[in-house]
């Protein structure tokens, strides 16, 4: 069986504190992490988690990888920005132009993410966490939909996107060009095999969709590196 897409990892200086302003900002109730982090939990249980991992790596430039959070009007836009801000997140600039509607933001541990204005019709139906918008080439995006057996819902001028049969947020690769890592991801996946299945064989899978497994480990987690270099890591089911 496929893996699944079992968290969105956070490396984070707090990470009790970061879990606590997420939480704030989506509404999603925390709950204990498996061993190593702390969680919160979407609502109806059916989506990712946000995990979030303690760690020494100090941030290094943009994030691969930023959440843009969904508005249905004007009015919702402006609380969501004032409630983040609230909880201790700040504006930033990230070269975004005066007349675009989105707000640009940054968590307390500097993570960027964007609040979009409503009307924004790509982003109609996915939720409050609209996209996890990576920068990335379309053969990530082309080695992402195979090894989540999600479909392709966006694959143009070089721009991707996958959404789970299920609907909810999509996750969108930019293209190029795609700027150069610069250490590990602070954002990055973390996937569960389901209980029964042949964990090595379901890694073997992903190598032979374009993954690298790499020689670091922890426990019942394998981590790997997808086409574009980015880490992640697959856990067995318990």
């Known amino acids: 069986m496929t893996s699944q897409l ?20 989506v509404g999603w109730e925390p709950a204990e992490g498996p061993d190593d982090g702390v969680a919160i939990l979407p609502p109806d249980r059916a ?42 997140g700040k504006h930033i600039d990230v070269g ?3 007349e675009e509607g989105h707000v640009v933001l940054a968590d307390p541990d500097g993570n960027e993410f964007c609040v979009i204005e409503a009307g924004n019709t790509f982003l109609t139906d996915t939720g409050f966490i609209g996209a996890l918008a990576c920068d990335g080439t379309q053969e990530v995006g082309h080695f992402w939909s195979e090894a989540l057996r999600w ?17 909810g947020t ?15 991801n602070r954002l990055y996946f973390e996937l ?35 086409p574009d270099g980015n880490e992640f890591r697959v856990r067995s089911s318990r």
């Open 170 to 184: 999509k996750i969108t690769w930019g293209g190029p060009p795609v700027a150069p890592k610069t250490g590990p």
């Open 96 to 98: 975004q132009l005066p």
């Open 192 to 226: 569960a095999i389901p209980a029964g299945a042949d964990g090595e064989a379901e890694v073997a899978r992903l190598v032979s969709l374009g993954a690298k497994r790499t020689d670091t480990g922890d426990g019942d987690r394998v981590l790997m590196l997808d």
């Open 6 to 25: 079992y968290a969105i990892c956070f490396n984070a200086t707090e990470p009790s504190a970061l879990a606590r302003f997420w939480a704030g900002v």
């Open 151 to 167: 479909p392709l819902v966006w694959d143009q001028d070089q721009e991707t996107a996958i959404q789970s049969p299920d609907g």
């Open 47 to 88: 989506g990712f988690r946000l995990l979030f991992l303690p760690s020494r790596e100090p941030k290094t430039g943009q994030n691969r990888a930023h959440f843009d959070l969904t508005s249905a009007s004007p009015e919702e836009q402006q609380q969501t920005v004032a409630r983040a801000l609230a909880l201790g």
